[in-house]
């Protein structure tokens, strides 16, 4: 299993709302990472999970949370977004920070 | 801090023609250095990956090579095809995470 899955592909979600995006993969990798990547512009960096620890936050609001409840888990808890923060939200995992990174195939988040 | 510049922005080529895809970095300390492919919309779908002790890497009509003393990769495709059209990204990873290039958009005429 070479794949990291995400759901939902697709979530539309007012500003007042509480939701979460899910990432998991299945390759044994002891890192993931959350992307943010707006249209036309390459992926940006938000969060580095290593060995189920926050490792790196690229100094990313509050309003986004993100969780790692295993080492096959990622999740990332939004609340009280903007409609700026609408965006496609990538994960990826690799077997150790900074190796060669396999992505799932994104969230695509509407804020309205 | 690591820069990746990739260039040409945009790309369009007739059908059959070969290719090269610039990309290059600014801090040679790297672990590897990787391209991907993205379609409109969708998630990046990694091509080819270089480790920092490699030089060039290949898969079918792709070739990557990389020159870490002068900070450059290139990205050569052969005999390109329409499907081929795509976003192409370069990615190098170090110090715990990967930095992308802003990607180069190839279009490729039947």
């Known amino acids: 299993d070479t794949e990291v899955t995400q759901t939902p592909k697709h979530l539309v979600m007012g500003m007042t709302n509480k939701k979460s995006l899910k990432c998991e993969q299945h390759m044994g990798h002891r890192a993931m990472y959350w992307y943010k990547q707006k249209a036309k512009k390459p992926p940006e960096l938000m969060f580095v999970y290593s060995y189920e620890k926050l490792s790196i936050n690229e100094s990313v609001p509050s309003r986004f949370s993100p969780e790692c409840p295993n080492s096959s888990l990622l999740n990332l808890h939004l609340h009280a977004l903007q409609p700026e923060d609408s965006a496609l939200y990538l994960c990826?995992?690799?077997?150790?920070?900074?190796?060669?990174?396999?992505f799932g195939q994104g969230t695509r988040l509407t804020v309205v | 801090k690591q820069e990746v510049t990739q260039i040409p922005a945009a790309l369009s080529v007739p059908e059959g023609e070969n290719l090269v895809l610039n990309c290059s970095f600014t801090?040679?300390?790297?672990?590897?250095l990787q391209w991907f492919r993205q379609d409109p919309g969708k998630g990046l779908t990694s091509l080819l990956l270089i480790q920092s002790s490699q030089r060039e890497q290949t898969s079918g009509r792709l070739n990557a090579s990389l020159d870490k003393s002068s900070g450059r990769s290139t990205l050569y495709i052969a005999a390109s095809q329409p499907g081929d059209s795509a976003t192409y990204l370069c990615?190098?990873?170090?110090?715990?995470?990967?930095?992308f290039g802003d990607g180069t958009t190839l279009t490729v005429k039947p």
């Open positions: 990615a190098v990873g170090a110090a715990g995470k990967s930095t």
């Open positions: 801090d040679s300390a790297i672990y590897n």
């Open positions: 990826a995992s690799s077997q150790a920070p900074g190796r060669a990174a396999f």
